[in-house]
């Protein structure tokens, strides 16, 4: 039970809005990180006090913090690129141009 608490309020508060945090510092992001491995060895009773904590975020199936907020990003923009119903955002979004041509420029061609 504990765990499903624990795991509630990790999604609740960490992942609500994280497309926030995109863009902030390293040592903010490394006290988020600290503040979700606390609450992963607060949560297991039986661990071995060595345990490292990026195996008990396998076991509760949880990503370390800055991973779900690339994605979020990523999936917003992809959404805002490839959708009509968010053209606000995607009228800020410019397609990467490069100056001088690339050889994967010609990869799906073939």
Not at 8 to 31: C, E, R, W
Not at 46 to 68: D, G, I, T
Not at 88 to 110: E, H, I, K, W
């Amino acid at each position: 039970m504990a765990a499903t608490v624990a795991s509630a309020l990790v999604s609740a508060h960490l992942d609500h809005v994280n497309s926030i945090f995109y863009g902030t510092s390293t040592k903010q992001m490394t006290h988020l990180q600290r503040v979700q491995n606390v609450l992963t060895r607060g949560v297991v009773p039986n661990r071995p006090p060595a345990s490292p904590s990026l195996h008990l975020l396998k076991q509760f199936h949880w990503l370390p913090v800055e991973r779900p907020i690339k994605f979020q990003i990523a999936s917003l923009t992809f959404k805002a690129l490839q959708t009509v119903l968010l053209c606000n955002l995607s009228q800020q979004l410019f397609p990467y141009a490069p100056t001088r041509p690339l050889t994967s420029d010609n990869f799906y061609l073939v």
